[in-house]
């Protein structure tokens, strides 16, 4: 089988279960309902229950939950690529902490700021991750030779513990409303009320897969190293430098948009690559696509499992990716 064939193969294989799980997950809660009668346009609409549970309720948490796993595991990859660490995640360079900071800073202050329909703690996530990138890329560029990813990593783990201590003691002075707001936040969730804050977050995560897309062929060479990847013609400096920000990017509108939502980036490429192998051309899509399908079962557990009660998706994902990365850890000692 030819390379471009199994690409496609592998890609429509995973997309047929990515969409299977997205049109699913909408009909399952506590209240069970019919995608027919959903779909019905001689009901009328304030009459047509079905419709607007699947189209207020869930339709709206189900994109989000496959918009944000697709962008979590696809940084995921490119980061395992760059940094040549099989056990790097979108969280590890610090973008996440800086989102966390950012959006417990605006419930702390209280802020009302609204723009075009998104409200503060987003766009708040979202600057937070972005001075986090800035702050992370200047110190790995300091040296002007290029882009290190020693000192990138450095900086993302230190800069990760120093924002979070900074999320501590600004919880510490936020009277117990706020901090629990926060907190319930920072464990994660796909609780979206509107289509708005989906489509605002649309843009930047197809520029960052737009850039990955471009990259799948490099991330093949610099996962073997930068000097063969040099051998071959690749900008090792430009290369490393799309990758980062793009990833960083991806993460930030991810994490603005569902929250810090963690070992997504690590559980989904690691498990894609035990069934694909490690072509970057194949790993890269196979990873988004089951990434969004995974991120979605894992939020349809979160409000089922303990219905009426709902747990935050974070919560989920971490008591499943906690005994994954040890087993990991294991494995590669």
């Known amino acids: ?40 346009r001689s009901i009328p609409w304030d009459d047509n229950v079905d419709a607007q549970i699947f189209f207020v309720a869930r339709l709206p948490r189900v994109l989000a939950g496959g918009l944000v796993g697709a962008t979590l595991a696809a940084a995921g990859v490119v980061l395992q690529a760059l940094l040549r660490n099989p056990l790097a995640t979108p969280f ?18 209280r802020l009302e700021l609204s723009v075009l329909g998104i409200t503060s703690i987003p766009l708040a996530s979202f600057a937070g991750s972005l001075i986090a990138t800035a702050i992370v890329y200047a110190l790995a560029s300091s040296q002007r030779r290029g882009l290190s990813t020693n000192v990138l990593l450095l900086a993302g783990v230190t800069l990760n513990a120093f924002f979070s201590a900074v999320i501590l003691f600004v919880q510490y002075l936020a009277d117990f409303a706020e901090a629990l707001r926060a907190i319930r936040w920072m464990m994660g969730g796909l609780d979206v009320a509107s289509y708005v804050p989906i489509i605002a977050a649309i843009p930047f995560i197809v520029v960052s897969f737009g850039a990955f897309a471009m990259m799948t062929r490099t991330l093949n060479l610099l996962s073997v190293g930068t000097e063969a990847a040099a051998s071959r013609g690749v900008d090792i400096v430009g290369a490393q430098r799309l990758a ?33 192998g490690s072509d970057h051309r194949i790993v890269l899509p196979a990873s988004a696509l089951f990434g969004a399908a995974f991120l979605v079962l894992c939020d349809l557990a979160a409000r089922t499992v303990m219905s009426p009660l709902e747990i935050p998706v974070g919560v989920v994902t971490a008591l499943i990716g906690g005994p994954f990365f040890l087993w990991l850890l294991v494995k590669r000692s």
């Open 92 to 109: 590890t360079l610090g973008v996440s902490a800086g989102a966390s900071l950012g959006a417990m800073l605006a419930v702390s202050a």
């Open 244 to 276: 980062f920000i793009s990833a960083s990017l991806a993460t930030g509108a991810a994490v603005s948009l569902g929250g810090p939502i963690g070992f997504i980036g690590i559980i989904v490429p690691h498990l894609v690559r035990l069934i694909v």
């Open 1 to 40: 089988m030819s390379i471009r064939r199994r690409i496609a193969t592998v890609v429509v294989a995973f997309a047929v279960f990515a969409i299977a799980v997205m049109i699913w997950a909408p009909t399952v809660g506590s209240t069970p309902i019919s995608l027919a009668r959903a779909f019905d």
